[in-house]
């Protein structure tokens, strides 16, 4: 995992609104799943929500982040 130094320069926040979902937890649940393989349904829940995750993975895949 990274370092909460390096977290706290890539995490935004929006002036108006916070996040619903840490950015941190959510990548990771990405790099849980395409690390171990499992299916999004059996994220771990320490990793946000699974369909939270499956969300940005898909926003960031279509948009070919």
Do not use: K
């Not at 799943?33 to 999004?40: L, S």
């Not at 946000?48 to 898909?58: G, S």
């Amino acid at each position: 995992m990274s370092s909460g130094q390096h977290w706290s320069r890539c995490y935004r926040r929006s002036p108006w609104r916070p996040p619903a979902w840490p950015r941190r937890g959510l990548i990771d649940g990405i790099r849980f799943r395409v690390r171990i393989g499992v299916p999004w349904r059996e994220i771990p829940v320490e990793h946000e929500p699974w369909n939270r995750v499956y969300v940005l993975f898909r926003r960031w895949r279509r948009n070919r982040t």
